[in-house]
């Protein structure tokens, strides 16, 4: 059983930066793709980026340019460095690890941009 716990969330202003982490608790997470979603109320999760286990990466065009994923084998961790923050990047921002035996989501982190 695979855990994902996210951190870094919180508040920001308007074109401000904030980087999340998801830190996975097995090392097999290496071999899979993993992604950001994020979910704001009322509206349905949407995909914000993802890296494959070779770094290649994509993103939602709403946020290419401005968000970076990465990730650090060694630690079993993802990033997303988020930078030009806008007021409607406010979400819960949440890990996914989708394998071959089970779709897995970390807690969430709860971003806000406002003034």
């Known amino acids: 059983q695979v855990q994902l716990v996210e951190s870094g969330g919180g508040l920001v202003q308007p074109g401000g930066s904030l980087r999340l982490s998801c830190a996975a608790s097995e090392s097999i997470t290496r071999i899979y793709t993993m992604g950001w979603y994020r979910q704001a109320p009322g509206k349905q999760r949407e995909l914000v980026a993802t890296i494959t286990s070779g770094g290649t990466t994509n993103y939602a065009a709403s946020v290419e340019g401005r968000f970076t994923i990465s990730r650090e084998a060694a630690k079993n961790t993802v990033y997303l460095q988020m930078d030009g923050l806008k007021p409607e990047d406010t979400a819960v921002y949440l890990c996914?690890?989708?394998?071959?035996?089970?779709?897995?989501w970390g807690q969430g982190t709860q971003v806000t941009v406002s003034s």
């Open positions: 996914n690890l989708p394998t071959v035996f089970k779709n897995y």
